[in-house]
Each structure stands twice: as structure tokens, then as C-alpha cells.
Nanobody, 126 residues
Framework: QVQLVESGGGLVQAGGSLRLSCAAS???????????MGWFRQAPGKEREFVAT????????SIADSVKGRFTVSKDNAKKTTYLQMNNLKPEDTAVYYC????????????????WGQGTQVTVSS
């Protein structure tokens, strides 16, 4: 079992920044090493979409084109935490942001992630 807890969401004005965190815990997370961590978001009335992903070992990353140049993904292995740094936020970034994990390589497909956090709300005002 793996538990993921997101934090760091909130209300911010357009052009502002937020850093989301995703803390992982659980017996299986301590055992597995070939893990990928993903960030997704879901706006009201829309499907959940890929934002970013990072491999737990090696740090391979992939960023969605819609946020490339504004968002970065990173990790702290010792803290078992991944981060999503969001700069120059826009109203269209408003969504619930979720982190997820899977055993395997990085992927943008949400169906391939096994464990999900509860999500954190990000609201960007214009």
C-alpha cells in the first residue's frame, strides 16, 4: 500500500506562484525503487489531464506542453516528496491537482498510475 498526500494549494492572483508537495508513505513505497510520480489536474467539467511526471530514480521528467516553461517538477528522495513548482499562473490553471504513483517508467497516461492522492485545490484569480 502507498499513501500520497498533496499540500500547498490555495488562491493566488494571475502571475503568481505556488509550490505543491506530494508526500509518499507506506510499506510498499519503501520497497519499490522503480517508481514514477505524476501530477495531474482536473478542472470543473473537464477530464483529468497530465501535468508532469518524474522518475524516482534518475529524475527523468516530462512536462505537459500547456505548462512547459512555467511549471517544474522535482523530488526529494530523503523526504519521499515530490514537488510541482508553478510560476506565472494563469486563470486556466485553476483545478484540483493530484499526485499519483506507479511502478514503472514515467508516463503521461493517467490510467497507468496505481495510487492517487486526495487532491489539492488551486484557484487562480484574474
Amino acid at each position: 500500500q502507498v499513501q500520497l498526500v498533496e499540500s500547498g494549494g490555495g488562491l493566488v492572483q494571475a502571475g503568481g506562484s505556488l509550490r505543491l508537495s506530494c508526500a509518499a508513505s507506506g510499506r510498499d513505497f519503501s520497497i519499490w525503487t522503480n517508481l514514477a510520480m505524476g501530477w495531474f489536474r482536473q478542472a470543473p467539467g473537464k477530464e483529468r489531464e497530465f501535468v508532469a511526471t518524474i522518475s524516482w530514480i534518475g529524475g527523468t521528467t516530462s512536462i505537459a506542453d500547456s505548462v512547459k516553461g512555467r511549471f517544474t517538477v522535482s523530488k526529494d528522495n530523503a523526504k519521499k516528496t515530490t514537488y510541482l513548482q508553478m510560476n506565472n499562473l494563469k486563470p486556466e490553471d485553476t483545478a484540483v491537482y493530484y499526485c499519483a504513483t506507479r511502478v514503472g517508467t514515467v508516463t503521461t497516461r493517467k490510467s497507468e498510475y496505481t495510487y492517487w492522492g486526495q487532491g489539492t485545490q488551486v484557484t487562480v484569480s484574474s
